[in-house]
T-cell receptor, first 113, second 115 residues
Framework: AQSVTQLGSHVSVSEGALVLLRCNYS??????LFWYVQYPNQGLQLLLK??????LVKGINGFEAEFKKSETSFHLTKPSAHMSDAAEYFC???????????FGTGTQLKVEL | EPEVTQTPSHQVTQMGQEVILRCVPI?????FYWYRQILGQKVEFLVS????????KSEIFDDQFSVERPDGSNFTLKIRSTKLEDSAMYFC?????????????FGQGTRLTVV
């Protein structure tokens, strides 16, 4: 069965520092991979997704993620954190054979002055 | 910008009661979904719905649960005889096509508390 693991349920960074949120997947076939963000009292919003092609994917708000098949990873990064980035981030995977996403447990990002 | 709307934002119900969670998907979308997140756990797939029928459901989605698109705009999740372990955040989502072809839009969630 496919699973998605997010290391670190809480990550805290200083404003202006690098953001790195980790996501690993387990799948016998390369999945389609997604990062969603949830701001307080809002729905899940798609940040970026990888389906095929270029392994470095750029998303909204300056975020990007790189698909590394050899490491079964899809880590989310942003060079310089902003206070407005404080939110919960979810990694998710889809391998077909159905119509559902498998989510990780989420990572709460805190940005401090 | 189009959005998925869920009501209510928070629902408290007594164990054994029935609840209906409501969602208004984006108007031109064809696929609809319910997910839930128990506090501290993963977001879990419950059910997908297409062409007025369930296209896929998880093992969580047993006879206690049902979905309906009663009027062409709303998409509802009914939970009969709620249990304490049904307490969770329930997310509705919709998409034009399947996940890998298009973006799925999520609502803000309904927090269900069973007491």
């Amino acid at each position: 069965a496919q699973s998605v693991t997010q290391l670190g349920s809480h990550v805290s960074v200083s404003e202006g520092a690098l953001v790195l949120l980790r996501c690993n997947y387990s799948s016998s076939v390369p999945p389609y991979l997604f990062w969603y963000v949830q701001y307080p009292n809002q729905g899940l919003q798609l940040l970026l997704k990888y389906t095929t092609g270029a392994t470095l994917v750029k998303g909204i708000n300056g975020f990007e993620a790189e698909f590394k098949k050899s490491e079964t990873s899809f880590h989310l990064t942003k060079p310089s954190a902003h206070m407005s980035d404080a939110a919960e981030y979810f990694c998710a995977a889809f391998t077909g054979g159905g119509n559902k996403l498998t989510f990780g447990t989420g990572t709460q990002l805190k940005v401090e002055l | 910008e189009p959005e998925v709307t869920q009501t209510p934002s928070h629902q408290v119900t007594q164990m054994g009661q029935e609840v209906i969670l409501r969602c208004v998907p984006i108007s031109n979308h064809l696929y609809f979904y319910w997910y839930r997140q128990i506090l501290g756990q993963k977001v879990e797939f419950l059910v997908s719905f297409y062409n007025n029928e369930i296209s896929e459901k998880s093992e969580i989605f047993d006879d206690q649960f049902s979905v309906e698109r009663p009027d062409g705009s709303n998409f509802t999740l009914k939970i009969r005889s709620t249990k304490l372990e049904d307490s969770a955040m329930y997310f509705c989502a919709s998409s034009e096509s399947m996940w890998f072809n298009t973006e799925a839009f999520f609502g803000q969630g309904t927090r269900l508390t069973v007491v």
